[in-house]
T-cell receptor, first 113, second 113 residues
Framework: GAVVSQHPSWVICKSGTSVKIECRSLDFQATTMFWYRQFPKQSLMLMATSNEGSKATYEQGVEKDKFLINHASLTLSTLTVTSAHPEDSSFYIC?????????FGPGTRLTVL | GDSVTQMEGPVTLSEEAFLTINCTYT??????LFWYVQYPGEGLQLLLK?????DKGSNKGFEATYRKETTSFHLEKGSVQVSDSAVYFCALTYQPGNTPLVFGKGTRLSVIA
């Protein structure tokens, strides 16, 4: 099946700094990628839809200036958490579509101190 | 809006026991239905799917049948193994590959030897 990777797998940062998370489709091209956030023992919540070559579409309640998404190529989408705070600590998961199926990355655990 | 409801966990079973995880959905149309599995520390993996009523998805001994009349997609396995211990998510979407998934809250399964 299709493979989606994320980097880094985990990151610890100080409050106020910015963190960039990469999502790559390794063996296919994806015009659309999705970013989800997962809190401990909870389900995945969609944050935004990332479209190659255009602006991302954010879900209600997600601050687009705080969670910057760039889908610069057909195999790469990035999520930058700007001026991170402890409440941004979470598990961030991306997904990409291939042949009518959504494939998920392994996730990135962000801890903001 | 559309939603997915799963049975509350955690579910603890002995090895070789029969597994059922209930999933019901609320949707305005006729979505495709999915089960994803998340092993500890990993991202989500597609377990099985069904795209229309009465379809049965199956994989690795797991099965689920799309029941339109009861708006359900219950996951079953005849004999669970310790390696099946994971969190299972039921999800739906209308255009697989183009639209994001709506997830249930997940059900944690622990299988003991």
């Amino acid at each position: 099946g299709a493979v989606v990777s994320q980097h880094p797998s985990w990151v610890i940062c100080k409050s106020g700094t910015s963190v960039k998370i990469e999502c790559r489709s390794l063996d296919f091209q994806a015009t659309t990628m999705f970013w989800y956030r997962q809190f401990p023992k909870q389900s995945l919540m969609l944050m935004a839809t990332s479209n190659e070559g255009s602006k991302a579409t954010y879900e209600q309640g997600v601050e687009k200036d705080k969670f910057l998404i760039n889908h610069a190529s057909l195999t790469l989408s990035t999520l930058t958490v700007t001026s991170a705070h402890p409440e941004d600590s979470s598990f961030y998961i991306c997904s990409a579509n291939s042949q009518m199926t959504q494939y998920f990355g392994p996730g990135t655990r962000l801890t903001v101190l | 809006g559309d939603s997915v409801t799963q049975m509350e966990g955690p579910v603890t079973l002995s090895e070789e026991a029969f597994l059922t995880i209930n999933c019901t959905y609320t949707a305005t149309g006729y979505p495709s239905l999915f089960w994803y599995v998340q092993y500890p520390g990993e991202g989500l993996q597609l377990l099985l799917k069904a795209t229309k009523a009465d379809d049965k998805g199956s994989n690795k001994g797991f099965e689920a049948t799309y029941r339109k009349e009861t708006t359900s997609f219950h996951l079953e396995k005849g004999s669970v193994q310790v390696s099946d211990s994971a969190v299972y998510f039921c999800a739906l979407t209308y255009q697989p590959g183009n639209t994001p998934l709506v997830f249930g809250k997940g059900t944690r399964l622990s299988v003991i030897a």
